[in-house]
């Protein structure tokens, strides 16, 4: 069982940048591949980056490639997501997921959710 809690949300202007953070609980955290995933109102979720268990592994959505990055620290239960360049098109509820299994771009591959943190970002 995992249990995660998402911060660090907030409202930026178009070209700042925000750390969103997932705290974890539960002792199989190390060994989970973890996602971000973003709903924008009116929209589905969508695969944002993802990680694998031990960091040698990431997957980035095309349009975040080179102004996002995953990142996780083991030892303290977190996962991180850096977010630069901020576009309005950004502007969603952004959830972090963690998979038993290998990592994946895939939100049905995922085992937990946390509640969500809400990222805006004005034009």
């Known amino acids: 069982q995992v249990q995660l809690v998402e911060s660090g949300g907030g409202l930026v202007q178009a070209g700042g940048s925000l750390r969103l953070s997932c705290a974890a609980s539960?002792?199989?955290?190390?060994?989970?591949?973890m996602g971000w995933f973003r709903q924008a109102p009116g929209k589905e979720r969508e695969f944002v980056a993802a990680?694998?268990?031990?960091?040698?592994?990431?997957h980035y959505q095309d349009s975040v490639k080179g102004r996002f990055t995953i990142s996780r620290d083991n030892a303290k239960n977190m996962v991180y997501l850096q977010m630069s360049s901020l576009k309005p098109e950004d502007t969603a509820v952004y959830y972090c997921?963690?998979?038993?299994?290998?990592?994946?771009?895939?939100?049905?591959?995922?085992?937990?959710w946390g509640q969500g943190t809400q990222v805006t970002v004005s034009s």
């Open positions: 539960g002792r199989t955290f190390s060994s989970a591949a």
């Open positions: 997921a963690a998979n038993n299994g290998r990592i994946s771009v895939l939100a049905a591959a995922y085992d937990y």
């Open positions: 990680i694998a268990w031990n960091s040698g592994v990431t």
